[in-house]
């Protein structure tokens, strides 16, 4: 990746909620719910950022769009006059031009669209809210808007409820593209529908990126949908990136044993050719009490005495992966094949 083609850098974020207790609200600890995070993002690509609930995704997600301030860490953006700002320490007054290249598609269609507002108005707001064009042109934007995400036009006077999860998602993508963004972070955009849904909203953001030149963070818990739209993935665990690397080989070949657990439930068309499920015991350890050594360590298979006291660093190769773990060099992983 050059420089010019990098839309979005991280490096070392960190979030920590502090944890208040007693009379006081004296700070007894912190919850490090991003501990030192770095990936680059770059132009049309898609990130998918994956690991179960709890391990950090959606507070990187806030911290990127600066819902939240980071605790530590440069978030790098290159705006669409190619300057590269800091998103990290930006005060509201410079973060607001910068708004409308970075959208957020929310992972509950059903709650994320105000029901008292009209199609029109959802899709339009930003619009509005940016002082783009009057009435009738944000009226011919909205029609626009909703051809390129294939909802017919005499939706725009009805309300949410009248919709399915699938339509409510694409009405909210319509609005997240409203502004024209290089950047969209998905965060866990088809959880909530049903599979059959799942497929087509995917479709969607796959055709969008194709014709718009979008780059996406995709966030998921579930290695299976990110398959379709990824060109590499990250894994999370408890605050930090375990591994990253190109899709296929991420699938193909993991060397981070928290990707073989994830992968092993991943469904595939042929059951003989699946490795077998490996059952991950326990829950995703306390980012207030991470484990010494390897976070992992309590629920890993492999651990060994040096994984109970010594962290693994995130080692970088030269195929464009990283991973850390102890025994990544030594250790044999399944994948999925096909
Ligand atoms: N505002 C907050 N205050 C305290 N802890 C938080 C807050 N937001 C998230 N957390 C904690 O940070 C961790 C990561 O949460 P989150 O980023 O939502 O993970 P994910 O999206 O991967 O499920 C969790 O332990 C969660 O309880
Ligand atoms: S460092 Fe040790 S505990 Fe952590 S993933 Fe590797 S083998 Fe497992
Ligand atoms: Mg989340």
Redesign the pocket.
């Known amino acids: 990746m050059t420089t010019e083609q990098i839309v979005l850098s991280v490096e070392g974020l960190k979030k920590y909620?502090p944890?208040r207790r007693g009379l006081l609200r004296r700070v007894v600890g912190n919850?490090k719910?991003?501990d030192d995070v770095s990936f680059k993002i770059a132009r049309g690509e898609t990130l998918s950022l994956v690991?179960?609930?709890?391990?950090?995704?959606?507070?990187?997600?806030?911290c990127i769009l600066r819902a939240?301030r980071p605790t530590a860490g440069a978030i790098q953006f290159r705006t669409d006059e190619s300057r590269n700002v800091n998103v990290a320490d930006m005060t509201r007054t410079e973060l607001r031009p910068l708004r409308r290249q970075m959208q957020m598609i929310f992972q509950d269609p059903y709650s994320s669209l105000n029901p008292r507002m009209t199609i029109a108005d959802i899709i339009g707001e930003p619009l509005l809210v940016n002082g783009m064009g009057d009435l009738t042109a944000r009226r011919l934007r909205v029609a626009e808007l909703l051809d390129v995400v294939q909802l017919p036009l005499a939706y725009m006077n009805r309300f949410p409820h009248a919709f399915s999860g699938g339509q409510r998602q694409r009405i909210g993508i319509a609005r997240a593209l409203a502004l024209n963004p290089a950047l969209i972070v998905a965060?866990?955009p088809v959880s909530a529908l049903d599979v059959s849904v799942q497929a087509q909203i995917i479709n969607l953001m796959l055709d969008l990126q194709d014709r718009l030149g979008l780059s996406y963070l995709f966030?998921a818990?579930d290695l299976s949908v990110v398959k379709h739209v990824s060109h590499r993935v990250a894994v999370?665990y408890v605050?930090r990136i375990v591994e990253v690397a190109p899709t296929a080989a991420l699938f193909r070949s993991p060397k981070h044993p928290y990707t073989e657990a994830l992968l092993s439930a991943v469904p595939v068309p042929d059951p003989r050719q699946r490795a077998r499920r490996i059952v991950l015991e326990g829950e995703?350890a306390?980012?207030?009490r991470p484990p010494p050594g390897c976070a992992f360590h309590p629920r890993c298979r492999y651990a060994i005495e040096r994984c109970r006291v010594e962290a693994p660093p995130l080692v970088e190769s030269e195929d464009g992966r990283a991973v850390a773990c102890h025994r990544a060099e030594e250790l044999d992983l399944s994948g999925v094949v096909g």
């Open positions: 909620f944890i919850v719910a991003v690991g179960e609930s709890g391990c950090g995704k959606t507070t990187t997600s806030r939240i965060d866990e966030v818990h999370m605050g995703v306390d980012p207030a």
